[in-house]
């Protein structure tokens, strides 16, 4: 593995070597402190698993929610900041795996935000079961009730801040990309969310719960690599080393999360990994046969 996927597999082997939650590295339930980013965006997740809040003129949107154990970490977090949980008026996720998702049942609860998804990843989060194939079964989490859908590149409004959505299936039949430009420092800068981009134990091949994956991903990459971002915030911060560039920019480098040359580089790396794991499956399919 190249190093951004080396980065994904470290933080998911837990995950990958047992259905067990428990197995699952702690550093995504460990807290951290929040953080400013760029303009109106802050981390409130885990230390290991990114769970991102923007301030609007008409309330605050958060992007996942982390483990069901990270909900209360994230509820702490965005009252750390000085603002209140009840002032969060929109949820939005990147895809239904129960590492990002599994708190925002907790969360709209508690709450009372309208939580949006894509409609391909629908149905896994108001049943709590994924439904693509894996190597490591099915991992559930509480379900959570969906309120609307989003559509691929129509924008969702927030009083001053527009998100738009990219649908970008691969790990997900719905996993979804989000894109943002704001005022940062007096300049505008483009922020892209990516869903997941790893094949992480999806079935490439004969996976009945999602027999086109190996399209989506392909259709994902070409889509993703056509996308210009300045920042780039995962979902498993690691992957863009969020969490020491937010050290770097309390040091005194303003721009430490500037990085226009980091989303190619991450695109190619997953994307190398993908033909690797796929010319892999492919070798066992035909060894087993």
């Not at 428990?22 to 802050?42: K, L, M, R, V």
């Not at 900041?81 to 998702?101: M, N, P, Q, R, Y």
């Not at 969490?243 to 190619?268: I, N, S, T, Y």
Request: hydrophobic share 40%; charged share 20%.
């Amino acid at each position: 593995m190249r190093g951004i996927g080396q980065a994904f597999l470290a933080a998911g082997a837990g995950l990958l070597s047992s259905v067990a939650v428990a197995d699952s590295p702690a550093s995504w339930t460990t807290p951290t402190e929040p953080f400013h980013i760029a303009g109106p965006i802050y981390y409130v997740g885990t230390e290991g698993i990114g769970v991102y809040l923007l301030r609007t003129s008409a309330g605050l949107i958060v992007i996942d929610s982390g483990p069901k154990e990270a909900a209360p970490i994230v509820e702490r977090n965005i009252a750390k900041l000085g603002l209140k949980v009840s002032d969060v008026k929109l949820l939005l996720e990147t895809h239904a795996h129960w590492d990002h998702v599994a708190g925002m049942a907790r969360l709209k609860r508690d709450t009372r935000a309208r939580f949006l998804a894509s409609a391909a990843d629908r149905k896994a989060l108001e049943s709590g079961s994924p439904t693509s194939d894996t190597d490591y079964g099915v991992v559930r989490f509480d379900p959570v009730k969906v309120d609307g859908l989003v559509t691929d590149g129509a924008p969702v409004r927030l009083g001053d801040v527009t998100l738009t959505p990219l649908l970008t299936p691969g790990h997900t039949p719905g996993c979804t990309s989000w894109l943002t430009t704001v005022q940062d420092q007096g300049r505008n800068v483009t922020v892209f969310f990516p869903c997941s981009l790893s094949v992480a134990g999806n079935k490439l091949f004969g996976n009945k719960g999602f027999p086109q994956i190996v399209s989506s991903y392909r259709s994902t990459f070409a889509k993703v690599s056509r996308v210009k971002a300045d920042i780039v915030l995962p979902g498993h911060p690691e992957l863009a080393d969020v969490l020491p560039r937010a050290k770097r920019q309390r040091e005194g480098k303003p721009k430490a999360f500037v990085d226009p040359g980091l989303l190619p580089r991450f695109v190619a790396e997953f994307q190398a990994d993908f033909d690797d794991e796929l010319a892999k499956q492919r070798r066992q399919r035909t060894k087993a046969h």
